[in-house]
């Protein structure tokens, strides 16, 4: 299938995934399960991916400031930004990428392969719609909350990881946090993170919804799932940078 | 009552199905029965609509599913349960949930309604004590209860089932068969079973269909079957020689 052809297919699939659902009380209780199982049980990997990448970037930043006239607070400084300009944006995206997208796609794939999508459908039921609209909704509602939260934990692991190196002092830390903060970056970030929801929740269901044939399919789909939904979102990334911060 | 009027459909250059006419009665039990490839699949997913045919009309009781649009069709498609080859339950719901759930979406019951009903249908299935238990906890025959059970919680007026008792012993085999046969008289549905297994043919065919190469070779009931002059439906039903030595007998 060529490239066109399968962006026309992604649009009519889209068509159909956003259409009045069946029953509202359903649809409701499906986003609630969908909020758990996309966002809540991603917490874990967030925080354990933030912490960390908080800390090396506070070391990082410490052993490159070999200037004097360079001050320590820019350790606490360079810490935040990268954390709310990109890290907890784009590349917590592409963790949850890989994460989730391989769980939507296989988990979608199955359903198709074993015919529990022929059932929906033969039920009356718009499968796609009532699959894939949840995923969407939830994975855009709790992304920008596991945003937030990254970037909290990010800073406090720069914090953690410099105090305890003794590289800067905690309130020069603290000072460089606060200093010169522009509101719009989180707005930015917010932005691109309701994009990237989108694209991990809808790209591998994509791929997962037009499986066919068995479980090698199924594992194939959602490899091209998590590689496609990735360069998504860099190239969304990319325009978005350029559009917003012009 | 289901009935198709040259039914054609291809794949590409592969004309799957030819002109298929027949005329399937309500409160029978209907059986498509043809080698594997022969293209009995393809007209059970067309009668459903899961697949477009490319030609030819297809009724439901003197309503015409070939040109009715995606809410039209939906309003038949909530008169039609099936049962899957391999089920297709809901592996994240439980049995009762999985019965449950096309009450949940489309039916107006109360709460202790939808209890009853669900009571109702695994009860007539034989299947109320793994109500708690989810599919891959139960065996396949066990699954193929639930599927019917699903199929019928909305009382349906069409039941469509693609090899029900494929990878099941002889003995649950005929069970299936027999249950669904007996809840097609029960609900005065129009059944269609898709199917190649011999043993079903001779327990429950009622009315069927034999498809070969995607043409209608042969129509009638089992005890017709013996003495039918079809040389391609005596090649598949007397393959093995349990039934050839039937046939000598009789």
Not at chain 1, 88 to 104: F, P, Q
Not at chain 1, 207 to 223: D, I, M
């Amino acid at each position: 299938m060529g490239f066109i052809e399968k962006i026309g297919q992604y649009m009519l699939f889209l068509n159909r995934v956003f259409s009045k659902p069946e029953r509202g009380r359903v649809f409701f209780s499906q986003i609630i399960k969908e909020i758990y199982k996309l966002g809540v049980n991603s917490v874990g990997i967030v925080v354990i991916i933030s912490v960390f990448m908080g800390a090396v970037i506070s070391l990082q930043t410490a052993y490159n400031l070999i200037n004097p006239l360079l001050p320590d607070y820019l350790v606490g400084y360079t810490t935040r930004e990268s954390m709310i300009l990109e890290f907890s944006s784009t590349i917590v995206g592409l963790i949850l990428a890989g994460k989730v997208g391989s769980n939507i796609a296989s988990e979608i794939g199955s359903m198709r392969v074993t015919e529990q999508i022929d059932a929906l459908e033969i039920m009356g039921i718009n499968s796609a719609s009532y699959l894939i609209f949840p995923k969407i909704i939830a994975a855009v509602f709790i992304n920008p909350f596991l945003y937030v939260l990254s970037v909290f934990v990010g800073i406090t692991g720069g914090l953690l990881a410099s105090s305890m190196t003794k590289v800067v002092s905690i309130p020069d830390y603290l000072y460089g946090v606060q200093i010169d903060f522009i509101p719009y970056y989180i707005t930015y970030s917010l932005i691109k993170t309701l994009v990237f929801a989108f694209i991990i929740t809808s790209v591998p269901s994509f791929y997962g919804y037009f499986v066919s044939g068995g479980a090698l399919e199924v594992g194939k789909a959602s490899t091209k799932a998590v590689v496609n939904s990735s360069i998504l979102i860099l190239l969304a990334n990319l325009i978005l940078t350029q559009i917003l911060l012009k | 009552m289901i009935e198709l009027k040259k039914v054609n459909k291809s794949f590409g250059d592969l004309n799957v199905l030819q002109d298929i006419s027949i005329h399937f009665e309500a409160g029978k039990t209907n059986l498509i029965i043809g080698q594997s490839g022969s293209g009995k699949t393809v007209l059970l997913k067309s009668i459903i609509g899961l697949h477009e045919i490319d030609d030819g009309h297809i009724f439901y009781d003197d309503r015409e599913f070939t040109n009715m649009d995606f809410n039209e069709k939906k309003l038949i498609r909530k008169e039609m349960g099936m049962v899957f080859q391999g089920g297709a339950l809901f592996d994240s719901l439980t049995v009762e949930e999985n019965v449950r759930f096309p009450l949940d979406m489309f039916s107006e019951m109360s709460e202790d309604e939808k209890r009853e009903r669900v009571s109702f249908c695994l009860d007539r299935v034989d299947i109320k004590k793994a109500d708690k238990l989810y599919p891959a906890e139960i065996s396949g025959g066990m699954q193929k209860r639930v599927a019917i059970a699903r199929a019928i919680a909305l009382n349906p007026r069409y039941l469509f089932c693609d090899e029900p008792n494929s990878g099941l012993d002889p003995v649950t085999a005929i069970l299936i068969d027999k249950l669904i046969q007996e809840i097609t008289k029960e609900f005065n549905m129009t059944t269609i079973i898709n199917t190649h297994d011999m043993n079903s043919v001779m327990e429950i065919g009622e009315k069927i269909l034999f498809i070969n190469k995607g043409l209608k070779a042969w129509e009638g009931c089992s005890d017709e079957i013996f003495d039918t002059e079809n040389q391609s439906l005596n090649n598949f039903v007397f393959a093995s020689n349990l039934f050839k030595k039937i046939k000598k007998k009789l």
